[in-house]
Every structure is written in C-alpha cells, then in structure tokens.
C-alpha cells in the first residue's frame, strides 16, 4: 500500500488480499534488489536477471544487499588519520557518484530495441557471396589473422570462463649488464654482457611468465592466460584490478666452490632482477576490447649494474636509445561487452542553437573520420551538457611550484640542467591518481568535473589531467590547447599540446605520467589525433593522416582544421565553468610523516611475510644512505646522473654486491604501495646471506598530492 490507511476505514476484504505486511517485504531480499536495482544504485544498476529463489542468492549478494542501509551512510572514525583520509575521500566520491547517476537516470530516456535485445543480423546476398569466396582462400597457417569475437555480457560469463590472454611479442633495447667494479671514473669502461630477459604477467596477485630469451631485443611470441575474477553485481564495471606486466633479466648464480669439482658438478642457482613494468587498468582493457601496439616500459632512474646498449649510429641523448619497448596483444576470452553507455536527453546550460550545432558537426564529422575522437559536448559533475572550451580557463597552479623552480635555478648551476616550471607543473598534475569513468560512473558516459572538484575529490581520469595541465599553461602564458586522440594502451584520451612561442615547436604532454613528447616523435603513445579545443574555439582534424608525427599544426587552414565557429563567425569569449582561481589546501606535515612511517613499516612486514621460507635480515646503514637519496631524487624530478649515484654508494659497493631499484608513484592507498613493490618480485630472492634495504620518502605537494618514493635493494657480502 503507498498510503498508509487508519484501521477503522480499512475493510477485512482488503486485509485478505494482503498476502505479508510492509516489514516482511522490506526483509526479502529479493524485493529489496529489485528496488536497488530501480531506482540506479550503482552497485546493483547493471545487475542482470533477478534470482526468483532466495537458494539462487550467494551469501556475499545477500550481505551486499542488505548493506545498503541509511546507517552504512554515517562516516565511520577510525584513530589512525591515514585511514581516516581515505574512508572521507572515498565517502565524497561515493555521494558524488550517486548523485551524478540519480540525475542522469532522471532524464533518461525511452529504451530502443537495441538497449534490450542484441539480435544477430540477416545475411544479404552480398555477404553470403563474400563468404563463399572465403572458403577458396589459400589457406596461410604462418601468417595467421585474428577474427572479430562475438561478445558476451558480464553478467552471462561464470567467474570461472573469463580469462585475461597476453601475447607477448618482443622487446628492444632491453639494459645489459655490466662487469667490473664501480669505481669513480671508471663507469664508461665497464664490459657488457648478456641479458637473459622475461616477462611476467601479474594480474589479481596471480602470475604467469615467458620463457627466458637471450640478448637485450628478444623475441618470444609467446600466449599468457590469468583467470579474471569479477564481483557479484556489477560484473566487470566492479573490477579496479591493474595488469602488471614486469621485464625481468634472469641471472645465473654459480655456487660451486671447488674448481676441482668444476668438470663433473654443476650447483647453481637462478636469481631475477627486475627491469621495469607497465600497468594497465583492467578498465582501459575493458573498454578498448583489446589492446595491442608497442609500448614504452616504465623503467626506474636509477637501475644498479645494467647500462643500455651503446649505439655507435646513435646520438648521446636520444632519447629512444635510452628507453625499453615492449610489444604485446592484450584482450579478454571470452570477448566482453562494453559497458553500455546510456542515451540520456539531459539538460544543457547551452542555448538550443548551440547544442543542436554541436551535435550535428559532431556527427558530420564522424561520417567523414570514424576513427577518429571528436567531442564538442561533455557532460559535468552535475549531469547537463557542456560546451567543451567553457571548460577552458587560466588557472594559477601553486605558488610553491614556482618558488621552487625559482630556487632550483640559482642553486643548481652545476649538473643537471634545472627543470623549468612547465615541468613541475605537469609533475604535480601527474601525481594526481588516475581512476577511469568507466570505475567511477560505470554504464554512464564520459564526466568531466571542474578543476576544483578534481582537487577536492583527488581522483580522475586523462580528461581532468589534461584540463588542469591545461589551465595551468595558459595561467603561464603559453599557447596550450585540449587534445582529444587515440593513444595507447588506453584508447580514447585526452593530451596537452604547447606551442613554442620563438621557435614555433609543437610539443604534447601527457598529464596522467608527466611526460613531454616531441610531436615529431614517432615513438610516442599518442596514435591518433582528432581535435583541438581551445578556450573559444574547437580544431577537427580533416587531414589525410592523423599521427601527430604527420600533421601540420597551423590551425589557420581550412582544408587542414576545420573549425567548429567559422572565420568570421567567431564566438566572442565564453563564459568557463571552471571557479576564477584554486584555493589549494596546506598539506599536513605530520600526517606525511606518519603515513610514511606506516608505509615503510608495512612494507617490511610484508616483504618477511611473503619470504616465510627464509629468514629476512635488514641492512640498517644501507637503509640511512637510501633514504638520503631519494629527496633529491623528487627534486631532481627524478632525473639522477650515475656518477652521483656511485658516489653515495660507493662505501656500500666496497663490501657488498648490490641490486635494486627505486619506484615512483602517485598516492592512492597504502595497498596500492604494497601491490607495486610485490610486482617487482624483490622478495623472490633465496640467497642464504641475502640482506635487504628499505627507504620510502613521501614529498608533499598541495591539496594533499603526495609523491611516494621507495627504494628497495638487495645486498649480498662480497666473498
């Protein structure tokens, strides 16, 4: 009943057709599911066909069905402020989340038959033709071609058929080692020799591996399956997992100690040292369907006792002879459906003139270049469409950005050259965490959130990377603009492109890792460009090529740029969305402080509990003279010259053979920390006389941006 009716008016007609009161229908769960289900809860939104028997229901199901409580929405307090941060800032993402579907689903509209059955098409005459002249094909078993899978909804797959498959092609420029004792000016005359390189794949704490090459550019062409494990209600829109995939250089130790024995005895024993990685989100894999290219390792500043290759034909500082590239297949088995994006009639602050003008140059546009990503709509936190360079706007970054570029410039006049501001800024945005839309609104469209609310939430995806990247290039003067491309490995993206004002070069950064590419370089990840957005006008791109390498950047041609406001038609200055400055909150020195207590004491806890089999000794001096490292690791923006590098080592290298490596990343959760440092298999090492070393450095920017630093390395007495 949806009125509650007095008893003296209620008949005992009506009463008999009351098969159980409201209590018990708030108790079922299965009523409760449905209401879930309803009204867009983001849990249970994408939840498939309803169980009928409460026996159908697994336990976890039913424990998060009747989680969803008014009490769960009080902010639990916890003594540690670590985890009090955390639970508050995921609190804020989970009422932001909730809100923006709400709103969305209110102005939903009408379902088409498409949204609710996928029907395979009829063949034409055509068709059919084409596929009997198939049938003759030569058949070519060397050079085989993938076919195009039919996919399968999260929900209709069993936890146990998903399958994350891995084909890892090849590597070049993989580091060698290097021979000889470390001594000061002696580095440039160390003897190369092999490498015997792997790959690993890590996905959910479970592992597979190549087989081991021979030589820094090996090939291995070789299939990796992990089994992919999904939550019970939203399917793959629930998995955060990341798919590490780790380059390790396997080292034969030889243990035998009589030469005697040499001709008849063999004692050995393998060791990995680890090379570099690269991560990808399960969720960019999910929404690409696939991901396949060659790709840039992420590899430490510092990697004890390897150096690259010397090229005689390359130059000093090129930089691709310096870097490690990795190619790979990466899909999912069975094929899973993308998320569906809703088709949602929202509101727009826009006047109707200009909302019906985007959609159609969107949609010419999109006939004539398919591949091609061209956006002029963008949907806000607020879920009404937005004209995309009203999210364009000069915005000062903070203030100790530029004291510090300012110091390290008097201060640093020998070594390395300082970094200029552009650089730190892109630094600071970097270390912003990374969460795709696709995890943070699943089923929805793309969000893009103002700058201020990126701040305040301190988690987004490349488009509020880029945005802010952006906004703080033109704060510094520069020509900046959006760029919205194709990039790998994750697909639709959003970049940074600066002019030179001088010399007119045309660089890209990528917000997300900070990096600055030349737009001539053809080893960049950005593959495709589709459009530039700039604070009143948008640029689509209608050249022949697309591969920013190829394109020619004068925005003032027509048959190059077509413009979404005409020459003479332009739009006076729009109105931005963004606030008029950024108000960046102070970062707390003792919370950095006991954060990084926390992290180095998990970490060691960690590390001896995934080597239960062996007793884990810590090497305290070695510890002291990391952790003085890694401060002017960050300042440097983690750019650190050898020769400093052998000189705070060198007291150590006279005593001990020494491996290790620091990493670099963005603060999340102390987890996050925990799954980096198990990925690198440090702990792997079974040496009897193996110690270990341990530093973490956490530098603290504003608005609470922390960069964590940790170095870890293995020593082992020289005999």
């Known amino acids: 009943r949806s009125i509650d009716v007095p008893t003296e008016f209620s008949s005992p007609k009506e009463e008999r057709l009351e098969f159980c009161d409201e209590a018990e229908l708030e108790r079922n769960p299965r009523f409760r599911l449905l209401r879930l289900r309803d009204s867009g809860t983001a849990e249970f939104r994408n939840f498939g066909a309803v169980p009928l028997l409460l026996n159908e229901y697994s336990v976890s199901l039913i424990e998060k069905i009747y989680a969803r409580e008014p009490r769960d929405e009080k902010l639990p307090s916890h003594r540690d402020p670590v985890e009090d941060r955390q639970v508050k800032r995921a609190h804020l993402m989970k009422q932001m989340r909730e809100e923006v579907i709400r709103k969305v689903y209110e102005s939903q509209t009408h379902r088409v038959l498409e949204d609710i059955i996928i029907e395979e098409k009829v063949p034409i005459f055509g068709s059919l033709g084409f596929g009997l002249f198939k049938l003759a094909k030569r058949h070519r078993p060397l050079r085989p071609s993938r076919k195009e899978r039919r996919k399968v909804t999260g929900q209709s797959v069993a936890a146990a058929d998903a399958e994350i498959l891995v084909t890892v092609l090849r590597a070049t420029n993989v580091p060698v080692r290097k021979d000889g004792q470390l001594i000061k000016g002696i580095a440039e005359d160390v003897i190369e020799c092999q490498v015997r390189p792997f790959v690993e794949v890590m996905f959910q704490r479970k592992t597979a591996r190549t087989f081991v ?18 939550g019970d209600s939203d399917g793959p829109c629930s998995v955060r997992d990341v798919i590490y995939l780790n380059l390790f250089d396997e080292v034969v130790l030889d243990l035998l100690e ?18 570099g990685n690269l991560k990808v989100p399960f969720s960019t894999l999910y929404l690409n369907s696939k991901i396949e290219g060659t790709f840039r390792l992420d590899t430490p500043p510092v990697l004890l006792g390897y150096v690259h290759e010397v090229k005689p034909w390359a130059l000093i500082h090129d930089a691709p002879s310096m870097c490690t590239y990795i190619s790979f297949y990466l899909t999912i088995e069975p094929g899973l459906q993308p998320p569906e994006v809703l088709r949602a009639c929202c509101e727009s602050t826009e006047p109707s003139q200009l909302v019906q003008s985007a959609e159609e140059w969107q949609s010419t546009l999109h006939t004539q270049h398919p591949q091609r990503f061209v956006k002029a709509l963008a949907m806000d936190a607020s879920g009404k469409w937005v004209f995309v360079p009203r999210f364009l706007r000069p915005l000062a970054p903070p203030e100790e950005l530029s004291a510090l570029a300012a110091r390290r410039a008097s201060s640093m006049m020998e070594g390395p050259p300082p970094k200029d501001v552009m650089s730190l800024v892109a630094r600071f945005v970097s270390l912003i965490p990374t969460l795709s839309d696709s995890v943070f609104f699943p089923g929805l469209c793309d969000i893009w959130s103002t700058c201020d609310q990126f701040l305040q939430v301190l988690v987004g995806d490349e488009e509020e990377h880029a945005i802010l990247l952006c906004n703080f290039f033109l704060h510094l003067g520069k020509e900046a603009y959006l760029l919205l491309g194709t990039g790998i490995p994750e697909g639709q993206t959003a970049y940074v492109l600066t002019r030179e004002e001088r010399s007119g070069g045309v660089s890209i950064w990528n917000a997300v890792t900070g990096k600055r590419y030349s737009a001539t370089d053809s080893y960049g990840p950005l593959q495709n460009v589709g459009c530039l957005v700039g604070r009143d006008n948008i640029w689509a791109n209608v050249q022949k090529h697309e591969h920013p390498s190829r394109l020619s950047y004068n925005l003032s041609k027509a048959n190059h740029w077509k413009p979404f406001f005409p020459k003479g038609k332009h739009q006076t200055e729009l109105d931005s969305v963004q606030p008029s400055e950024l108000v960046y909150e102070a970062t707390d020195p003792a919370y950095v402080e006991q954060l ?5 004491y998990v970490l060691k806890e960690s590390i001896m509990n995934w080597r239960k089999r062996f007793r884990t000794s810590w090497n305290r001096y070695a510890s002291q003279v990391l952790r003085k490292i890694l401060p002017r690791l960050e300042s440097m923006a983690a750019s650190l010259s050898s020769t400093d590098d052998i000189q705070e080592l060198s007291e150590i290298l006279a005593t001990y053979k020494m491996s290790g490596f620091p990493l670099s990343m963005s603060f999340t959760d102390v987890d996050t920390v925990i799954e980096n440092v198990l990925s690198t298999g440090v702990h792997l090492t079974e040496a009897k006389n193996a110690e270990f070393a341990l530093a973490v450095h956490i530098h603290p920017y504003p608005s609470n941006v922390l960069a964590v630093w940790v170095y870890v390395a293995v020593l082992s007495r020289k005999s």
Do not use: C, F
């Open 258 to 275: 009589d030469d005697r024995e040499r001709s008849s005895t063999v004692h050995q024993r393998l060791e990995r040292r680890w090379l």
């Open 213 to 230: 090459a021979e030589g820094p550019h090996p090939t291995w062409n070789q299939e990796l399956r992990l089994p992919l494990t999904m």
């Open 596 to 600: 990084q207590q926390k992290i180095e």
